[in-house]
């Protein structure tokens, strides 16, 4: 059986963290969809569009990903993309709660699709978008934290 896997989120920007996540996650199945999640009350710091691109950009070493965006519940667009398996990233026990809540919700709707953990490597456990966004808007450097395609865009965003 082709094994799809969906690893969602926001990434807004991607991360050196999230590439880890796409790299290890790509392996678990024939094929990974990388869906970003439109969340129309709340305005992005990038397009839902430069996020596709980024996404695109900084996955092109690996044939088996696509980036899709999405609108709506998450496990509606897994059973759409024929997804059997979705993967979150967990950088500490902080991120349980949350996760622990969705991974639920998402298992009584549709029970059929299995949420799976990744552990972050532990060099991206702190970082998180929402860093990469404030050192970035205070002008810091954040080619550590993000891929060099994502740090291009921010630079051209910033100045
Ligand atoms: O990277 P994030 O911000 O943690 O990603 C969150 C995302 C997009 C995965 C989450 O907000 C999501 O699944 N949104 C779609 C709505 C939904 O299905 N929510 C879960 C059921 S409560």
């Not at 796409?22 to 569009?49: H, M, P, Q, Y």
């Not at 695109?56 to 709506?72: K, Y």
Request: with cysteine; aromatic share 8%.
């Amino acid at each position: 059986m082709l094994r799809k896997v969906l690893y969602p989120g926001s990434f807004d920007p991607p991360t050196l963290g999230h590439l880890d996540i796409i790299e290890r996650a790509s392996r678990l199945g024939e094929r990974l969809v990388v869906g970003i999640g439109i969340n129309s009350e709340k305005s992005g710091w990038f397009s839902v569009e430069e996020r596709l691109e980024m996404l695109r950009a900084c996955t092109a070493h690996l044939p088996n990903v696509e980036i899709a965006a999405f609108e709506g519940l998450l496990i509606h667009f897994a059973q759409q993309k024929g997804c059997s398996v979705m993967v979150r990233g967990m950088r500490a026990v902080t991120d349980f709660d949350y996760e622990f809540r969705i991974a639920m919700a998402n298992r009584t709707l549709a029970p059929e699709i299995e949420t799976v953990f990744l552990l972050a490597r532990d060099e991206y456990s702190f970082l998180a978008s929402s860093i990469v966004r404030e050192v970035a808007r205070l002008g810091g450097d954040v080619t550590a934290f993000v891929p060099p395609a994502v740090a291009e865009s921010i630079a051209r965003r910033t100045v």
